[in-house]
């Protein structure tokens, strides 16, 4: 096993070196699109760069693996492609709109390539997991100006209850490969907010602005709201 850093944005960089595992090993048979970071907070407190950046590696990357492997799986006639999304991909993600935005991106291209690939023997998944326990829910819009959302998301996720483990969700991912589903949701509470959303899309739109107004109500007034404050009607 070897090790090789990249960045996603780099598209000649990740074409090198798909063309250089394909060349060695005889073939490609999986490519997992995973590189992603996190963006937090109100649309009211982003900057462009909070948009920007989400775009470039969480979009633009998975683009740049799929535009590499795709080709080479053709041309082989064969292959798997495995793009992360999110269950924010699947689902509205208040406070999380670029990182949803770019998830649900994610999801969508999946579909739709899926659908291009399967009478040509590539197979395409997404993964949506809900709130997994790594390194990502600390490093919360990285070298980007911080927002509430982002500087606690750690707690709040832990709030929801206990995360989910990262080998937990590899062998769930595994088993989705395996049975080359088109979405691979986990753990089980993920599944029950993704069929809710499908099954009631009014009712959980309903429960996500109650939630959202429980939580803005606890919270201290933003400033804006506080320089212009509500007048009777």
Not at 47 to 71: E, F, M, S, T
Not at 151 to 156: D, F, M, V
């Amino acid at each position: 096993m070897s090790t090789v850093a990249l960045d996603v944005r780099d598209s000649a960089a990740v074409s090198d070196l798909v063309s250089q595992v394909a060349a060695e090993r005889g073939g490609l048979d999986l490519i997992f699109n995973n590189a992603g970071i996190a963006i937090g907070g109100l649309v009211e407190e982003l900057v462009l760069d909070h948009w920007d950046r989400v775009i470039d590696v969480n979009v633009r990357g998975v683009v740049h693996g799929v535009h590499a492997a795709y080709p080479v799986m053709l041309r082989q006639g064969h292959g798997h492609i495995v793009n992360t999304a999110s269950l924010a991909g699947l689902v509205p993600g208040p406070s999380l709109a670029p990182y949803a935005a770019a998830k649900h991106a994610v999801v969508g291209l999946s579909l739709s390539l899926r659908a291009e690939g399967a009478s040509r023997g590539v197979k395409v998944s997404a993964v949506c997991p809900g709130f997994v326990d790594t390194p990502l829910l600390g490093r919360v819009n990285p070298d980007l100006p911080q927002t509430e959302t982002g500087a606690n998301a750690a707690a709040l996720a832990r709030m929801l209850g206990k995360l989910y483990g990262a080998d937990e969700l590899a062998q769930d991912v595994l088993r989705g490969v395996e049975r080359n589903r088109a979405l691979i949701v986990a753990p089980r509470s993920a599944r029950v907010a993704w069929r809710m959303s499908r099954y009631a899309p009014a009712f959980t739109m309903r429960t996500t602005i109650s939630a959202v107004r429980r939580a803005a109500a606890q919270s201290p007034p933003h400033p804006a709201d506080a320089a212009h404050p509500a007048q009777p009607a």
